[in-house]
């Protein structure tokens, strides 16, 4: 496969339940990201990690949990959520995070609806 | 604050020229961006600007002006497959990027 896959595609879950996202890129970058896409609203940037170590955090409620094993795989851990976090969740990766240039590549997508 | 425009929505017919625009208040530049979103699908890299002018990528190209705050996405011999959201976002003060709403280009037969 190449480059960033995320998995499931689509999730629907309960507030009192627990589930991953999965996110893996084949391009060799050092730089993965979570973002939240919503409606009429701008691209969330939500974690950051570089080189496997979080670098940022945007005051993201501690109902989502990011985990990067290694520099290929990001995971976003979901507990207690709100309807309101209902929203696609897209995975992106990048080689140059510090530059100005920094071009992201993202994945499609996973599509998560919270009841 | 930091505010970047651009157009909600966007109609063009297919063969023809469409330009969408895009300003920015922020503080710090370096560098403006534009991605292409199709429905369900993964944001893709269209073009990075950070001098002033006209870049050209086949049928797509991206201008700046900085001085201005203002650039845009020129889309030429429209083609159905052009209908999709086209985000533009500003690498600002310490390399955080500032996203637009996007804009939705419908193109019509």
């Known amino acids: 496969e190449t480059g960033v896959t995320q998995t499931p595609r689509h999730l629907v879950m309960g507030m009192t339940n627990k589930k991953s996202l999965k996110c893996e890129q084949h391009?060799?970058?050092?730089?993965m990201y979570w973002y939240k896409q919503s409606a009429k609203k701008p691209l969330e940037l939500m974690f950051v990690?570089?080189?496997?170590?979080?670098?940022e955090n945007n005051s993201v409620p501690s109902r989502f949990s990011p985990e990067c094993p290694n520099s290929s795989h990001l995971f976003l851990h979901l507990h207690t959520l709100q309807p309101e976090d209902s929203a696609l969740y897209l995975c992106?990766?990048?080689?140059?995070?510090?530059?100005?240039?920094?071009?992201?590549?993202f994945g499609a997508g996973s599509r998560l609806t919270v009841l | 604050g930091q505010n970047i425009d651009q157009p909600t929505e966007m109609t063009a017919t297919e063969g023809a020229i469409v330009q969408i625009n895009c300003t920015y208040q922020?503080?710090?530049?370096?560098?403006l961006f534009w991605y292409q979103q199709h429905a369900g699908e993964a944001p893709t890299f269209l073009s990075y600007n950070v001098l002033d002018g006209l870049e050209e990528k086949g049928r797509f190209s991206s201008f700046l002006s900085r001085s201005k705050g203002y650039s845009y996405l020129l889309l030429k011999e429209l083609q159905m497959k052009d209908s999709a959201s086209y985000l533009c976002a500003v690498n600002g003060n310490n390399r955080k990027l500032i996203w637009g709403l996007g804009t939705s280009l419908a193109v019509n037969p």
């Open positions: 992106a990766s990048s080689q140059d995070p510090g530059t100005g240039a920094n071009v992201l590549t």
């Open positions: 922020t503080s710090g530049f370096n560098g």
């Open positions: 391009l060799g970058h050092n730089a």
């Open positions: 990690y570089n080189f496997k170590e979080q670098t």
